[in-house]
Structure formats: C-alpha cells, structure tokens
T-cell receptor, first 112, second 113 residues
C-alpha cells in the first residue's frame, strides 16, 4: 500500500458543486501539504499544516479550505468549484528537518 | 521571495545521449536543493538532494552540484535511457518561517530509442 493515499484519483464535477479531496498517510509525519499542478507552472502550494491545530495558507489558497482531522489525515475542499480549478492536486508529507517531500499519486479534478 | 527557474522543455534526446537540465534559484540564506522526478501517471518522488554549498547529490546515474556562487543546481546524466522519460522538477526549501518547498515549472524529457 502507498504511504500517502489520495482519494478520489479522478473526479469530474460541475461548476458550483462542493468537492472534497482526501489524503491519508502512514509515514507518521507531522507536516502535510496540498499542492496544485498546472502545465508550465510547476507545483503551487495551496495550504499546509504542521500539526492538527496548525493550518497555514499557501500562495494560492483563495477558493479552497482544508481540514486536518488527525495527524494522518488532511483534506482539501472546494466550496464552490469553478472551471479554473481544473488541475492535478497532490498531497505531500514530511517530517521536521528532513526536507524530502513524500507525495501521493495525485487527484485529477475536472470542473465543467 | 524565493524562486526557482529551470529550463523550459520539452527536451528530446536519443538513448545514451548526455543530459543537462539547468536550474537556478533565488533565496536568502542557505536553502536545501532538490530534484524530483514525475513518471507518467505518478506523483513526484525525490531523485536527489544537496543541503549545503558544494555538496553533490547523486542517484540512478543522475548528479547535481550545489553551486552557491552561481546559485545553480544543474541536473546531469551521462547516458540517458528510454526509462528516464519523465518530468523533472528542481526545488528548494528552507526551514525558516515555515517549512515550505518551492518548485520550478518542470522540464519534460523524452528519450528516443
């Protein structure tokens, strides 16, 4: 089983719908991140969390919210999806001081 | 703020050719530098890293040297294989003000048999 699991892997939805992407990890890491990947733009940070009580905005947090339900679970929500949120979303984890990020396999979201 | 710039792709090479993907960065202090690789349909995975100036990271025949004087971390491989076809991301991170990783735009590599 993967160390970082994202669900769903693919989702097609309509403008205005609420969408939740979920991430769970078995690595025991305290730090979790949500990134968005768009062609030619690399990965951009949406939100990150250093522990259950700590939530921080990244560079592109508008239109998104997150919840850290437990150390191992970090979900990303789009309250009212719009077409320009069509992208590949990645969850990642790391431990303090390690530097290396461990990624899930991604969730491809299409908003029509 | 911190940033990473890497050469645009796609890069197309024949098998056994020499590969260089350029990466330069802007950051205060002493960031750690990384190369991540993304194979088709997969998430990113760490390829190599360097944590201080003049360090050389290496893995699977790939190498990159942390050059503080030129703020560069170019990726090289002496002989590429078809299986190296992927997207390569240069990245930096600093453990100050929150531990965040900044990525370059990615460079797609195609290797032809």
């Amino acid at each position: 089983d993967a160390d970082v699991t994202q669900t769903p892997r693919n989702r097609i939805t309509k403008t205005g719908k609420r969408i939740m992407l979920e991430c769970s990890q078995t690595k025991g890491h305290d730090r979790m991140y949500w990134y968005r990947q768009d062609p030619g733009l690399g990965l951009r940070l949406i939100y990150y969390s250093f522990d259950v009580k700590d939530i921080n905005k990244g560079e592109i947090s508008d239109g998104y919210s997150v919840s850290r339900q437990a150390q191992a679970k970090f979900s990303l929500s789009l309250e009212s999806a719009i077409p320009n949120q069509t992208a590949l979303y990645f969850c990642a984890t790391t431990s303090w001081g390690a530097g290396e990020l461990f990624f899930g396999e991604g969730s491809r979201l299409t908003v029509l | 703020g911190d940033s990473v710039t890497q050469m645009e792709g796609p890069v197309t090479l024949s098998e056994e050719a020499f590969l260089t993907i350029n990466c330069t960065y802007t950051a205060t202090g002493y960031p750690s530098l990384f190369w991540y690789v993304q194979y088709p349909g997969e998430g990113l995975q760490l390829l190599l890293k360097a944590t201080k100036a003049d360090d050389k990271g290496s893995n699977k025949g790939f190498e990159a040297t942390y050059r503080k004087e030129t703020t560069s971390f170019h990726l090289e491989k002496g002989s590429v294989q078809v299986s190296d076809s992927a997207v390569y991301f240069c990245a930096l991170s600093r453990n100050t003000g929150g531990f965040k990783t900044i990525f370059g735009a990615g460079t797609r590599l195609f290797v032809k048999a």
